[in-house]
């Protein structure tokens, strides 16, 4: 066994580098140092220029000027605008996310139980919407809640109601909107955590007496624990910078983070604002995210 | 007469809850009206002007570009990334590359559009390329987050792959790399699939990013749909709407009675083992 070992080691050497510099390379150049021109970027002035921002670090006349802004990080702090968007963003993310486990939990627990030859039908059911395409089922829904839409009108038939109920530009709308576009992505992780869920422990607590609720508080939810922050972090953060789901379903009322960085970006055309905010919308998801990585990286290097 | 459990009914009302926004979509792709709330009659005309209208079917033929290379791309990164992190020790920089593989899974996309466009701003600036952004800027940016998804597909299945083959293989003395090719690529190959597959509708799917990072010359197709949609409800749309999730839905079905015919296959050889009496 040693020869081999060493026979691995002197074959791998040279390639077994080459193996981890060009991912580690590649997501380093276009995943990790993005951040840091982000931050760059955070702390410069915007300027009438092509790129619309001043450069921090200049040399001219045997002079280097360094010159860092914080104003931006100061303007987002005393405008209210932003401060309303950042706890918009959050609460509705946090409560569309609650939504999600609340239904997706039953789903995945439902899922776990069924027969074996169904298990694998009922993920493909569950999965098939979101390789289909996000904007189009976001979509369909601006058809089903609008004014003169498919509930306005049925109601409006039925007699139930005389004038429509404005559903689409609402919170409401937004939120339904999130639980829809990312409750395969709360199933799957917590299917995955209830199929290895060891059936005896339930019985052990069953035959000792337990009720089923009680089981499920004390011995079921516990010992999902990981499906159920993976499957939560998978909605909240996304959630928490969506731009599209409140840009097409959301109304003036709705300040989301996403929306506002889109509009400082793509019509303001303020760079450092739209830097600054990416950089704190990123300081308040790094608990999340970090949270999502540990469990993640268990799951990968067991 | 089985007892219907609070689960169950709930794993039917979420499959309706996903399915029904879908087939209302469907069902209006066929409405002659154009207010698309309103059910005019039968017909197919949505259908023949959305291949008439030459920017979508433009914005069609890119995105497939962009997505088959960009899945191609992250299926090669993201296996190696993949081997990296199963097989291989603790060396320096293993943590970087794992939180560098799971953080572009939930990253806002606002976030990672805007800081690849100043990336690729500055390497302008700089070195002088990329030029004019456009298919290859987005090209790079989708290979970035699509090959975060495709190593955890395959590392999923490269840990549950029964080490003492390769092992074997070895110790008759194939080269790591032969090794790697005959034995590990085979047994790893539908993952491989899968990982590409996912990629591959992940790209086509991506507007935010795109948004960003593309230039005047390259429209993807949720780039043209978006704008539409943002005007209101278009039954164009709908009926593209009906043409991916019909695409999507054969695709799936396909993969399913793939994966069931091996899965029979496997189970007939087992049992003609055990009958033998070996």
Known sequence: ?302 | MRKTSFSGVMLVAGLLFLYLPMVVLIVYSFNSSRLVTVWAGFSGRWYFELLRDGQILAAVWTSLRIAFFSATMAVCLGTLAAFVMVRFDRFRGKTALSSMVTAPLVMPEVITGLSLLLLFVHMAQLIGWPEDRGMITIWIAHTTFCSAYVAVVVASRLREVDLSIEEAAMDLGARPLRTFFQITLPVIAPALAAGWLLAFTLSLDDLVIASFVSGPGATTLPMVVFSSVRMGVSPKINALATLIILTVSLATFFAWYLMRRSEARRRQAMWQDVTAGR
């Open chain 1, 1 to 302: 066994m040693s020869n081999f070992t060493a026979r691995l080691w002197r074959l791998f050497k040279p390639s077994r580098r080459w193996v981890i510099a060009v991912p580690l390379l590649w997501l380093t150049l276009f995943f990790l140092l993005p951040f840091g021109i982000v931050l760059k970027i955070s702390l410069s002035q915007a300027a009438i220029s092509v790129p619309p921002y001043s450069a921090i670090v200049d040399y001219a006349n045997e002079t280097l000027n360094i010159v860092v802004t914080f104003g931006n990080y100061l303007f987002l702090a005393t405008d209210t605008l932003y401060v309303s968007a950042y706890w918009g963003s959050v609460k509705i993310a946090l409560l569309a996310t609650v939504l999600c486990l609340l239904l997706g939990y039953p789903m995945a627990y439902a899922m776990a139980r069924a027969p074996a030859h169904w298990q694998l039908v009922l993920l493909l059911l569950v999965m098939l919407p979101s390789w289909t395409s996000f904007l189009i089922r976001v979509y369909a829904w601006m058809g089903i809640l609008s004014n003169n839409g498919l509930i306005n009108n049925t109601l409006i038939w039925a007699g139930l109601i005389d004038s429509p109920i404005r559903m689409l530009n609402t919170n409401f709308a937004v939120i339904l909107g999130i639980v829809y576009a990312y409750l395969p992505f709360m199933v799957l992780p917590l299917y995955a955590n209830l199929t290895r869920l060891d059936m005896s422990l339930l019985e052990a607590a069953s035959d000792l007496g337990s009720r089923k609720l009680n089981t499920l508080i004390t011995v079921t939810l516990p010992l999902s624990k990981g499906g159920i922050i993976a499957g939560s972090m998978l909605v909240f953060i996304p959630a928490v910078g969506e731009f599209v789901i409140p840009e097409l379903l959301g109304g003036p009322n709705t300040v989301m983070i996403g929306k506002i960085l889109w509009a400082e970006f793509f019509h303001n055309r303020d760079w450092p604002v739209a830097s600054a905010l990416a950089m704190v919308m990123l300081a308040i998801l790094i608990v999340p995210i970090a949270l999502f990585h540990r469990y993640q990286s268990r799951e990968l290097e067991e």
